[in-house]
């Protein structure tokens, strides 16, 4: 084992970062790739994730579905699926464990990916949407894995797709189930005493009883408790923000000053350069939001929808708000609190913050619970992702035992212990990341022409722009 974690820990380096290769400290391949896609993408799609942001976010939360469009979800319950599964564990571990490796500067360097990932969002969604068929139960499936095989033409379009698939199943099981299991279970353990056998065993029975029931039930319960879990911790972490209102231009002005110089080593904090601040604050952005690894592409594929654009739009405001909601406040209860300088390292670090800006016991069980509940949804989003993927490799024949083991491997994450596979996690998403990011390169122009056309069609307009001249005015359907 010892040899394999080596190894592991090597391929992940090479991947992520963070190794050291011929006496250099090596930057990793994904980092650059994933950060230039999302900046080449927001010049292509002409900085769509700006221009069109209100009508988004009004499409995906104030009208939610859409009669007519072909698919097995609304639009608002593909959008809280694809939030189950990123708003998770990421956005109270991984946000900690950017300002602790990379100081409060990793913050702004998580803001910057969740700004140009959204264009990588909105393009994973679009050709999602363009690209999914009926699979033998007469549900849509779609995603890389669908896309990158019919959209890329010639031998590597099917290279890349069954590439990504099967990266994407092995992820599933790491990421997406066992590392979440053991994150919930340690905490319950740690914050209530509760055994791990016992938490191993209620996440079980909670997530086989959604689980079996495929996309349809997924959807109607991440639509019904994904935005409350995320109200009561934005509430909370308002709480914390409010009593500490007088430390908060002093932090965002740290933010900022720090993306570029570095943090000096200061209490429990040992010191980061530049590098460090910008590496790990792409790094734990990518982790926390996804873009790039192409998974959105897969939630957006079972939304009822008209026209790909119209669901790209509602699937990037996912990326807008886990990182510039979710992920800021949990970075600015850490930095206003001083929790960053505690020497403490991911979970703690958080549970610590809220403990110090709420009253009583209450931040300690404020963050226990939402890391039980982002973590939950979390094993939801990804048993559909995974699903998606064994339906393009063995047909729809091999989705319900896929359910039936990952529903199983739930109850052996949360009792066993997991370095090895957090290891094999993190080499397993960077993996899956690269044969999606070679699509959305190859496939930039296609989505950038048929939004352009879409958006300058009297459908595409806004009510104002239709009055300005553009088009017939008429009732403004976006």
Not at 226 to 242: D, E, K, N
Not at 437 to 453: C, F, K, N
């Amino acid at each position: 084992m010892d040899d394999v974690n080596d190894f592991l820990s090597r391929a992940s380096g090479l991947v992520w970062g963070g190794e050291t290769w011929g006496g250099y400290d090596f930057f990793g391949i994904l980092i650059p790739l994933l950060l230039g896609t999302g900046l080449y993408l927001t010049w292509r799609m002409s900085a769509i994730q700006f221009r069109t942001l209100g009508r988004a976010l009004r499409l995906g939360l104030l009208k939610r579905k859409e009669p007519g469009g072909e698919g097995d979800v609304t639009h608002y319950e593909a959008l809280t699926t694809a939030l189950a599964a990123t708003v998770g564990v990421g956005n109270i571990a991984g946000v900690a464990g950017a300002i602790y490796l990379g100081g409060p500067g990793a913050l702004f360097w998580m803001w910057i990916t969740g700004l140009v990932g959204m264009a990588t969002k909105y393009c994973e969604a679009f050709l999602g949407v363009k690209f999914r068929h009926t699979d033998a139960a007469g549900e849509q499936s779609g995603g890389p894995q669908s896309y990158l095989t019919h959209g890329i033409r010639g031998r590597l379009g099917p290279i890349l797709g069954v590439t990504f698939a099967v990266f994407a199943i092995l992820a599933s099981f790491g990421i997406g189930n066992m590392t979440q299991a053991n994150t919930v279970a340690s905490t319950a353990d740690g914050s209530w005493n509760v055994p791990t056998w016992v938490t191993g065993l209620i996440l079980t029975i909670c997530a086989g009883a959604v689980i079996i029931g495929g996309i349809k039930m997924i959807g109607k319960v991440t639509a019904a408790f994904v935005p409350l879990m995320i109200v009561v911790y934005l509430l909370a972490g308002t709480w914390v923000l409010l009593a500490n209102v007088g430390e908060l231009p002093d932090a965002i002005e740290l933010i900022f000053t720090d993306a570029f110089t570095g943090t000096s080593a200061v209490g429990g904090f040992l010191g980061a350069g530049f590098l460090f601040a910008l590496r790990y604050g792409v790094a734990r952005g990518i982790f926390s939001n996804e873009s790039g690894l192409g998974t959105g592409g897969i939630a957006a594929a079972a939304a009822k929808s008209t026209h790909p654009v119209r669901q790209a739009l509602v699937s990037m405001t996912q990326t807008f708000i886990d990182t510039i909601v979710v992920v800021t406040f949990t970075g600015l209860v850490i930095i206003v609190t001083g929790a960053w300088q505690s020497g403490e390292d991911g979970a703690p670090m958080t549970s610590l913050a809220f403990e110090t800006g709420l009253p009583g016991d209450w931040g300690d069980h404020v963050v226990a619970v939402s890391v039980a509940f982002f973590a939950f949804s979390t094993l939801l989003g990804w048993s559909y992702y995974g699903e998606r993927n064994v339906e393009r490799l063995v047909g729809r024949v091999g989705v319900m035992p896929y359910r039936a083991v990952f529903v199983l491997v739930v109850y052996v994450g949360a009792v066993t212990e997991l370095e090895t596979v957090w290891t094999f996690s993190d080499v397993m998403n960077g993996l899956m990341a690269l044969p999606n990011l070679i699509g959305l390169l190859i496939l930039a122009g296609l989505v950038a022409r048929e939004t352009r056309e879409y958006l300058n069609s009297p459908e595409g307009m806004t009510l104002k722009e239709r009055r300005r001249g553009r088009g017939p005015e008429e009732e403004d359907r976006v």
